[in-house]
């Protein structure tokens, strides 16, 4: 994989070189380095004043995508190991850091956001796809700009908004394992008002895994959503806006290990935010500011029957998890022609209850930032940074135990600087931190007689990252690569006290270090064709990831190679072929049933999928009519992100959608 990796970085960038060259006389065409990204600066900008690696997966991509949650678009992205079970939870990792799956994203190491604010969780196989316009991810530190758990990177999920001519859209799909979906759609602006609604509901029964055995109790009775995005403009640069979300999820199997196949245990979620925002700017653009309300709760129910015990673990009832987060944001923008200036305050309040010890907690988080950007050399040359101030105070509030407080500053550097008008040279440097959990610093209480005792002189978790890297964008042609070095200290982990209570102590500490590379060519405009022929690699290959103190390797570190080609034409017709290969790991062997836990390797995997789009009719007044499907697996590999959690063999999706 290495070799593949290298050959393919060194012919690329070598043809990036050369393109750069011949067509360094034609800066009049449009560069793909002038995208405009909202994410890193927490303001809009050009790509190419950008320091840090970006990954825009764009709106097209999306609505082609054949992908029913977050996690499943994710996985072809190219930023590794995705730890996904067959039950409705899956957790994102970006260069070796993972999203929180179970209610709490202040202890998370990747931080997924909704137009730049906190969804409370984590959990990727939770978040449908409706209704957005495109995602940004950020890979590396971003805790100047968002605070606690922005460690590995921040996907930042950008909702659509209403605009042009009323627009519907309906959509009915059904596939393999009994999988049905319809949704609907609706989108315009008139008058200052701009709209856009949504709604879907989806099930499907349980699966078989590649050697055809049925994988019980995997289907999920019904997933459901829907989400309205309202927006009024009542002059030119300003815009009241609303966002409101709902997710339901009922029912969800939750089978245990294939060799364990646990038959009648399931869980529930329900989700649902709020959102109010400000928008405005200066008549003459020099100050733009945004101020932000919301509100949301996050709900996780798991219920064990007796009737299928295989484990032996199953208690006969249930247990759940409620998080309740609200917050506010506020922020003001200078924008001069040389420099740009970002300041504002970030506070956030999250209440969480337990069925389990502890059963309610508190967070609360207020942020202080200011980022900033300097133009030289007629702008080539652009040097970013800024400075953040968080306190957080934690409450075990039942059982009683104490408050604690503490408080954390990071930091960013960047520089980004155009060879050409099409070639940019990249540099950053940035902190991040996660929080301690509340009873880590201020437990008091006692489980099965034995006291547990937070630690209040507990350290949050820091990481720092530096990277380099260069990307090429000229007409069709897109090159980016990223070579990084991330070390981790005051990692925390249980311990003991001297008088036998359970504790907490950081004591971990680790480096991990990688490449990144993203290339994509549409060989049909070098040769003037009529179609789109687009092939593309996405990678992660980590170099080093080992553990300080115990000079062991990291587990879940697996690398990846995502190869793909586009067709396409015009609006008649599209299809993708996507070829994903994940590297060996070593993982945890939990379902051995061995205590300790043995660490074993987990062998490599590829998944191939097919998807396609076609127009069927296409007239003015009826709209377009269009037949997509999709083959998942197309070659039915035995594959599993989790040991012992394998994932369907290969399954068949059919759709029909109007839009009109």
């Given at each position: 994989?290495?070799?593949?990796?290298?050959i393919?970085?060194?012919?690329l960038t070598?043809v990036a070189?050369a393109?750069?060259?011949?067509?360094?006389s034609?800066?009049t065409?449009t560069?793909?380095?002038?995208t405009?990204?909202?994410?890193t600066?927490?303001?809009?900008?050009?790509?190419?004043?950008?320091?840090?690696?970006?990954?825009v997966?764009?709106?097209?991509?999306?609505e082609k995508?054949?992908?029913t949650?977050l996690?499943?678009?994710?996985s072809?992205?190219?930023?590794g190991?995705i730890?996904r079970?067959?039950s409705?939870l899956?957790?994102?990792t970006?260069?070796g850091?993972?999203?929180d799956?179970?209610g709490?994203?202040?202890?998370?190491h990747v931080l997924?956001l909704?137009?730049g604010?906190?969804?409370?969780?984590?959990?990727?196989?939770?978040?449908?796809?409706?209704s957005?316009?495109?995602?940004e991810?950020?890979?590396?530190p971003a805790?100047v700009?968002?605070g606690?758990a922005?460690?590995?990177?921040v996907?930042n999920?950008?909702?659509?908004?209403?605009?042009?001519?009323?627009?519907t859209?309906?959509?009915?799909?059904?596939?393999?394992n009994?999988y049905?979906?319809q949704s609907?759609?609706?989108?315009?602006?008139t008058?200052g008002i701009?709209?856009v609604?949504?709604?879907?509901?989806?099930?499907?029964?349980?699966?078989k895994t590649?050697e055809?055995?049925?994988?019980?109790?995997?289907?999920?009775?019904k997933d459901?959503g829907?989400?309205?995005?309202?927006?009024?403009?009542?002059a030119d640069?300003?815009?009241?806006?609303?966002?409101?979300?709902?997710?339901k999820?009922s029912h969800?199997?939750n089978p245990?290990y294939?060799?364990?196949?646990?038959?009648?245990d399931?869980n529930?979620?329900?989700?649902?935010?709020?959102?109010?925002?400000y928008?405005?700017?200066?008549?003459?653009?020099?100050y733009?500011?945004?101020a932000r309300?919301?509100?949301?709760?996050?709900t996780n129910?798991?219920?064990?029957?007796?009737?299928?015990?295989p484990?032996?673990?199953n208690s006969g009832?249930?247990?759940?998890?409620?998080?309740?987060f609200?917050?506010a944001q506020?922020?003001?923008?200078?924008?001069?022609?040389?420099y740009?200036?970002?300041?504002?305050?970030?506070?956030?309040?999250?209440?969480i209850?337990?069925s389990w010890l502890?059963k309610r907690?508190?967070?609360l988080?207020?942020?202080?930032?200011l980022?900033?950007?300097l133009r030289?050399?007629e702008g080539r040359?652009?040097?970013?940074?800024?400075?953040?101030y968080?306190q957080?105070?934690?409450e075990v509030?039942n059982p009683q135990?104490?408050?604690?407080?503490?408080q954390?500053?990071?930091?960013r550097l960047?520089?980004a600087f155009?060879?050409?008008?099409?070639?940019k040279?990249?540099?950053?440097?940035g902190e991040?931190?996660?929080?301690?959990?509340?009873?880590?610093?201020a437990a008091?209480?006692?489980?099965?007689g034995?006291r547990?005792?937070?630690?209040?002189?507990?350290?949050p978790?820091?990481?720092q990252?530096l990277?380099g890297?260069?990307d090429y964008g000229y007409g069709?042609?897109?090159v980016s690569f990223?070579?990084f070095?991330?070390s981790?200290?005051?990692?925390i982990q249980?311990a003991?006290t001297?008088?036998?209570e359970n504790?907490w102590?950081?004591i971990g500490?680790a480096?991990?270090r990688?490449m990144e590379?993203?290339i994509s060519?549409?060989i049909?405009a070098?040769?003037?064709?009529?179609?789109v022929?687009?092939?593309s690699l996405?990678?992660?290959?980590?170099?080093?990831?080992?553990?300080e103190?115990?000079n062991?390797e990291?587990?879940?570190?697996?690398s990846?190679?995502v190869?793909?080609?586009t067709?396409a034409?015009?609006d008649d017709?599209?299809?993708?072929l996507?070829?994903?290969?994940?590297?060996?790991?070593?993982?945890?062997d939990?379902a051995?049933g061995?205590?300790?836990?043995p660490?074993?390797?987990k062998?490599?995997?590829?998944?191939?999928d097919?998807?396609?789009?076609?127009?069927i009719?296409?007239?003015?007044?009826?709209?377009?009519?269009?037949?997509?499907?999709?083959?998942?697996?197309l070659l039915a590999?035995?594959?599993?992100?989790?040991?012992?959690?394998?994932l369907?063999?290969r399954?068949f999706?059919?759709?029909?959608q109007?839009?009109?």
């Amino acid at each position: 994989m290495k070799r593949i990796l290298i050959i393919a970085i060194a012919l690329l960038t070598w043809v990036a070189g050369a393109w750069a060259q011949t067509t360094a006389s034609l800066a009049t065409q449009t560069s793909l380095l002038q995208t405009v990204v909202v994410t890193t600066s927490r303001a809009s900008e050009s790509k190419r004043e950008v320091a840090s690696h970006v990954t825009v997966i764009d709106k097209l991509d999306i609505e082609k995508s054949r992908a029913t949650s977050l996690d499943e678009l994710l996985s072809t992205v190219g930023m590794g190991h995705i730890h996904r079970y067959p039950s409705g939870l899956s957790a994102i990792t970006m260069r070796g850091y993972n999203s929180d799956i179970l209610g709490n994203d202040l202890q998370g190491h990747v931080l997924i956001l909704q137009d730049g604010r906190r969804i409370g969780s984590g959990n990727a196989a939770q978040i449908p796809l409706q209704s957005i316009e495109c995602i940004e991810i950020v890979r590396g530190p971003a805790a100047v700009q968002y605070g606690a758990a922005a460690m590995g990177g921040v996907i930042n999920i950008i909702t659509k908004r209403g605009e042009g001519n009323p627009q519907t859209t309906l959509q009915s799909s059904y596939g393999s394992n009994s999988y049905q979906k319809q949704s609907v759609s609706f989108s315009g602006a008139t008058e200052g008002i701009d709209m856009v609604l949504s709604a879907f509901k989806q099930s499907a029964g349980d699966y078989k895994t590649s050697e055809g055995r049925v994988y019980f109790n995997t289907g999920y009775d019904k997933d459901y959503g829907a989400s309205i995005n309202l927006g009024y403009t009542p002059a030119d640069g300003q815009r009241l806006g609303i966002i409101y979300t709902h997710y339901k999820l009922s029912h969800q199997g939750n089978p245990s290990y294939l060799s364990q196949n646990d038959l009648d245990d399931y869980n529930n979620a329900l989700s649902y935010a709020a959102d109010l925002s400000y928008e405005g700017a200066s008549p003459e653009r020099l100050y733009n500011w945004k101020a932000r309300y919301f509100t949301g709760k996050n709900t996780n129910e798991w219920f064990e029957p007796l009737g299928s015990n295989p484990t032996g673990w199953n208690s006969g009832g249930s247990s759940w998890r409620e998080t309740n987060f609200q917050g506010a944001q506020a922020q003001l923008s200078l924008e001069r022609g040389y420099y740009t200036l970002t300041g504002g305050f970030d506070a956030l309040l999250y209440n969480i209850e337990n069925s389990w010890l502890p059963k309610r907690t508190s967070y609360l988080n207020p942020a202080v930032f200011l980022l900033g950007k300097l133009r030289l050399l007629e702008g080539r040359l652009v040097l970013s940074g800024g400075r953040r101030y968080d306190q957080y105070m934690l409450e075990v509030e039942n059982p009683q135990g104490r408050k604690e407080s503490d408080q954390q500053a990071t930091k960013r550097l960047g520089a980004a600087f155009m060879l050409t008008e099409n070639l940019k040279v990249r540099a950053h440097y940035g902190e991040a931190f996660i929080m301690p959990g509340a009873e880590q610093m201020a437990a008091d209480y006692l489980i099965w007689g034995k006291r547990q005792l937070g630690n209040p002189n507990l350290k949050p978790e820091k990481g720092q990252t530096l990277e380099g890297g260069v990307d090429y964008g000229y007409g069709s042609l897109e090159v980016s690569f990223t070579y990084f070095v991330s070390s981790y200290q005051d990692k925390i982990q249980a311990a003991t006290t001297a008088n036998g209570e359970n504790t907490w102590e950081n004591i971990g500490k680790a480096e991990i270090r990688g490449m990144e590379a993203d290339i994509s060519y549409d060989i049909g405009a070098l040769f003037a064709w009529r179609w789109v022929v687009k092939p593309s690699l996405k990678a992660v290959y980590f170099t080093r990831y080992r553990d300080e103190i115990s000079n062991k390797e990291l587990l879940h570190m697996g690398s990846q190679i995502v190869l793909g080609v586009t067709l396409a034409h015009q609006d008649d017709f599209w299809a993708q072929l996507q070829a994903s290969y994940w590297s060996p790991q070593r993982v945890e062997d939990f379902a051995s049933g061995i205590f300790p836990t043995p660490e074993v390797k987990k062998g490599g995997f590829s998944v191939v999928d097919l998807t396609a789009e076609k127009t069927i009719f296409q007239e003015e007044t009826l709209g377009r009519l269009s037949i997509n499907f999709a083959i998942n697996n197309l070659l039915a590999h035995n594959y599993a992100h989790v040991l012992g959690y394998p994932l369907p063999g290969r399954q068949f999706l059919v759709g029909l959608q109007w839009r009109f």
